[in-house]
């Protein structure tokens, strides 16, 4: 889900052009890298643990240690780049100063991390599937919005109108239920 990327990318990018193969191109690069470590951890071990790299313990500490900074470093680049984009829209948005609107993007990752309340693997995958279902429900509400308000031509379209827009958010609407309904 790296719709918050999407503005940075729009930022740094001179030929607007190339937005769509920068997409593409990321999705597929990443899309390798985790099919490589499942088809590996899958491949090697009889039975996998929760968390995947822990499984890999069995092979060793320099397997453990390369297996858990991998999951460090692809869970921290997504907390980072998803607290950057967070703390943008609290300073820009809100009108925060910085340190409250960073205090919020860390602390309360923090503190639904040590309070218990969740284990780390259900944190995660609540988190993922309630706020990525509310940004993804935003987006299409806003490019109806864009499409009945906006005075230029947008760079992409989706086609299918109401019909698909309605399938997406029950779509959203079935996995944020899903999740929620899970934690009971």
């Known amino acids: 889900a790296g719709i918050s990327a999407l503005p940075e990318i729009n930022e740094e990018l001179k030929d607007k052009k190339q937005m769509l193969w920068a997409i593409i191109l990321g999705m597929i690069i990443t899309f390798i890298i985790y ?15 929760q968390v995947a790299s822990v499984s890999l313990s069995r092979f ?18 997504a907390f980072v780049v998803l607290g950057f984009a967070l703390k943008e829209n609290l ?6 100063s910085n340190f409250p609107s960073w205090l919020i993007v860390v602390a309360v990752p923090v503190f639904l991390a040590f309070s ?3 284990g780390f693997v259900r944190l995660i995958e609540l988190s993922g599937a309630v706020a990525l279902g509310v940004i993804l429900f935003l987006i299409i509400l806003m490019h109806n919005k864009a499409k009945t ?3 230029r031509k947008p760079e992409y379209q989706l086609n299918g109108g ?3 827009k ?3 958010i029950l779509v959203l609407l079935v996995g944020v ?8």
């Open 35 to 49: 099919l490589l470590f499942v088809t590996s951890v899958l491949g090697s071990l009889n039975s996998v643990e």
């Open 166 to 168: 309605s399938l997406i």
């Open 91 to 96: 300073t820009l948005d809100f009108k925060m």
């Open 162 to 164: 109401i019909f698909v």
């Open 149 to 151: 308000l906006g005075n």
């Open 60 to 77: 060793g500490f320099t397997v453990d240690i390369f297996a858990n900074l991998f999951a460090l470093f692809a869970m921290a680049t």
């Open 177 to 184: 239920i899903y999740s929620i309904a899970g934690m009971l």
């Open 116 to 118: 218990g309340f969740f």
